[in-house]
């Protein structure tokens, strides 16, 4: 395969791509402030508005929570959701609005309903399962016979694993790892 | 000109790639010594060339060879130069070129350990690693060439990102690839063993070992992921959930799961089929990983430029390999023997619990990475999956495993009696409940978290010291420890004590640092004091300096509690030249029981900041007890059971043929 | 059925898996649908960019079909786009403007310097209506019908190829609508 030579034009052209490729932009004239602003004396339980805004997702810097992220827009919506506590809102009606504007990728949690069962209750689901495989498992080992060693071959394995341990007084398996 | 030749280096490597993978598999097969006779060279080869394109990429950097694409874009001439030679494996051209130096540095420890090891064996093994390596070589040449030119070359480099600048990155990919790519002998020595029809014990015994010493780079690795974005990322968080380090968690699990069940296919020959299947199964994720850090099916804070055409590239590789691999096992199963029998209460039953487990999660953290692309490739809507909904998973199922980690120890294989069980749990089970209790009551209403995660700790803790009491009980007593500590299975077992205690310790860090901490966002002016959890914060005003690359705001704040001095800390607000957006980072006061972190916010009208104080108690734990767990693994990895020495000599002669898998003979 | 048959359950859920991979890399995940679409457009009322005095509201999308594009002069992209956005006006597509979070000066400039395309502005200085009709970064462009119901959210810089593609014949498709 060829490597064609690199023109400053072909450069270009892939910078002006990548730009057009971020269509998030963060406005530069002022970054965004944590939750310094917010004084928490009024009607605002701190520790409600905290736990509600690490419940969202920002959807600019989208791993990050509402309460984590310096994004302008996650300050926006913070002031925002501020604002709705100290007019008494709930977290119900806070989180609706959200979703009604934003769809429920604003969750940081997805919703338990019957399309994301699959997600909740997934891994039960799959613990159960090797539960049943596990307990089948085991009750054929059970029953599996041992291989008959004469005492002599038994020797002869240890010799090859190199083991040396010694077993405990007429019991059955060794106890070291 | 030496870029060229580093070019040239791959292409070469890439070459004898081509012949290590098919004439020592077919000398094996077709009983040719000579063709079998060729795998070490090649590896050593291999390795020459590897190591010269590597140093060539290196040498572009500290010369700050701007004709190369790609330290134009990472390189920058005011850089520090450990960030220079950091910056080769910054990006995705470069990391992938770490990706297969660091390949051919596990395929020559292979040429070189193996000495006792039957040639053929050997030989496939290699040949595997070859067909690894030609994915990642041609991958690098076709598509990802870290030694394409640019013309004209610009006068100044991008700079690697200022994320990026910072001793972090100096070794966590490194220790993180040495785990991924370690995986992959775990990976070939299954083939081997699949293709010759071989699967026993003594391909368990050989396998272990370097399955835990990969096993352990990948957990430092992570450890050293999560320490560095504590450190960097300015909110003292450690760990996000984010695809891309669920990527490296997931082959950490199924890691786990595989040390654990190969210890009892070595030592029972039990669970043949379900190890080997693990083996694919740890370095296919590993793949998995590289997938979908590159190929931008994921968003991610982490992730390299994504490229669709280059995951296209390492989708049709993943196929091919882990593909393949999975056809064969399909093929071979059937015909590999079972291991001894067991009963219901037994030490193998106990860990075949722990691998269902570690499983599960795994499979969870694989869903809840991929549903966003899951419920979008199917139309069901944009849904996010994120930090809660994987904490909560994880803390459901892992107090299973750890229960089940406190009983195995003190469980015999094969058959455990019972009553003899509880007997010598119970008082394990009284403590770790007391303890539990105790820790709870004060927080009764809203926290049994904590109490839970004490009860667990005690738990192991108790169960360790029972287990480890009654080894020296009958290996001499205390004063044979170090008598013990060098006998044969003596390392294996104080490894495996340390690696559990590990965990004990990372859940209570883990604990303890998510329930008790202290978060305060606070504006404060220049001597201004504020009170947290008993400490108390000075703000000191901020200074201006000038680093080598960068123009920093430099905060001070002197922290004190009851009239004592604490620390002087000095968060900082860096602009880099080249970048425009400014860089927080933290200042913090390190303690072993807690670290005190202060961040720099946003400067406000008069002289006033906008600063974040954190109490966060026992967050070292975390990662004192993963590096803990990593240590217990290498500790075991060097147990002299596994020096072989006559083993080699031995097999092939008279055998009971019922622990050696039906198939070919050696 | 052959001895292997059962050991293959993990071939196939792997296969399962490339598929969903597959598909995957011909996704773009940052990508937020938008949850007002079919609904009626979240009414707002902001002075214009221009004159300050006169207002914009969304009785003037009734009737007509409209676009409605976000923009700000500190974003890049939206620099990208401009032209071609001055193109569909060309072909008389009505396009009124969202300037969002941005200063007058700056934003009457750069109408000034690269043309305008919108028939009006609506100037959001605190974003709070962008909030309210979903914006979570720019350019986002809206196509509004001409009962005032939201149709389609075209993330992203409009490329020529969108317009060719997506935004004109949707255009022609509910302009010749009831």
Redesign the interface.
Known sequence: MTHKPLTSSAIQRVFILLIALMSINIPPAQAASGLEEFNFTGNVDENRFKALISQLRCLVCQNESLADSDAELAHDLRREIYGMMDKGQTNKQIVDFLVARYGDFVLYNPPVEPRTWILWYGPFALLAIGLLVLIYTVRKRKHQREPDFSAQEQQRLNELLGDDERPESGQQGDKAV | MIPELGHFALILALCLAVVQAIFPLIGSLNRTPSWTAMARPLAYGQFVFLAFAFAALVHAFLTDDFSVLYVAQNGNTEMPTIYKVSAVWGAHEGSLLLWAFILSIWMIAVAAFTRSLPDEMVARVLSVMGMISIGFLSFLLFTSNPFARIFPAPLQGAELNPLLQDFGLAIHPPMLYMGYVGMSVAFSFAIAALIGGKLDNAWARWSRPWTLVAWMFLGTGIVLGSWWAYNELGWGGWWFWDPVENASFMPWLAGTALVHSLAVTEKRGAFKRWTVLLALLAFSLSLMGTFLVRSGVLTSVHAFASDPARGMFILVFLMVVIGSSLLLYALRAPSISRGGGFDALSRETLLLGNNLILIVITALVLLGTLAPLIYDAFNWGKISVGFPWFSTMFITFTPLMILLMGAAPLTRWKHQDGGELLRQLRLALLLSVAAAIVVALPFAADNGAAGVAVGLSVWLLTTLLTSAWRRLRHHGGISALIADFSSRGGRSYYGMWIAHLGVAIFIIGVTFVTQFDIRKDVRMSPAQEIVVNGYRFRFDGVTPRQGPNYVAQRGTIHVSRNGHEVAVLHPEKRTYNMKSRPMTEAGIDVGLFRDIYVSLGEPLKGGDWALRLYYKPMVRWIWLGGLLTALGGLLSASDPRYRLRVLAKVTGRDVPSNTLAAGEQA | MP??AR??A??LA??AL?A????????N??T?????IDKPA?AFRLPALKHPEQFISNADFQGKVTLLNVW?T?????R?EHQNLVQLRKQGVRIYGLNY?D?RPAAEQWLQQFGNPYIANAFDA???VG????V????ETFVIDKQGIIRHKY???I?LNAIQNEILPLVKQLREAD
Do not use: E, H, M
């Open positions: 001895a292997y050991y293959l993990p071939l792997f296969l490339t969903l991979l597959y598909k995957g890399l011909s996704i995940p940052r937020i649908p938008s949850p007002l979240p700000a500190w974003c890049v992209a939206c990208q979070k200063k605190d974003g709070r909030i309210n009709w979903g979570y970064g720019t350019p993330i992203g810089p490329t």
